[in-house]
């Protein structure tokens, strides 16, 4: 079967971009990001937020530079059309048991259809995490049409 959303840029677009979020604490920055994207017809929030907050007790998904990329440890969505990445910037850093030590501002919720579209958009996020020009959009705060345009050119090359 051939994914119908292949590209990072279409994933964001399907999820969203979020500025603001509010939380202290890693629960309340979920939960406040699974209430405020746009609803899934094929998930709950509850259900999602379960499956995000049992990743997250296993091991921080923070990959430092202030970012991390909570997500469900298992396919928790059947159809590849309903896959997405949101992506968030909090109000304020969150320790997030870094590695790197760093407070992570940015987030990018990923729900994949299957494990192997998964490992393929976590090793594109892990990419661009390490793009000087990516990371100075994101510290930016920059805007949706900035940031998808930079991912969209950026896949463009690869083909």
Not at 62 to 67: A, N
């Amino acid at each position: 079967m051939i994914d119908k959303r292949t590209y990072l840029w279409e994933l964001i677009e399907a999820g969203g971009i979020y500025h603001l979020l509010k939380g202290s604490t890693v629960q309340e920055v979920l939960k406040e990001l699974v209430h405020n994207i746009h609803k899934q017809k094929t998930i709950e929030g509850e259900t999602l937020l379960k499956a995000i907050l049992e990743r997250e007790a296993l091991m921080s998904t923070s990959i430092g530079q202030g970012i991390a990329i909570p997500h469900p440890r298992n396919p928790i969505i059947a159809k590849d059309e309903d896959q997405f990445c949101a992506l968030a910037f909090l109000e304020q850093g969150v320790d997030w048991n870094a590695l790197d030590g760093n407070k992570v501002n940015t987030l990018m919720l990923l729900v994949s259809s299957s494990a192997k579209s998964h490992l393929k958009t976590l090793s594109e996020i892990t990419f661009f995490s390490r793009q000087d020009d990516f990371i100075k959009l994101l510290e930016q705060r920059a805007s949706r049409e900035t940031i998808i345009r930079y991912i969209k050119d950026t896949e463009q090359m690869w083909k």
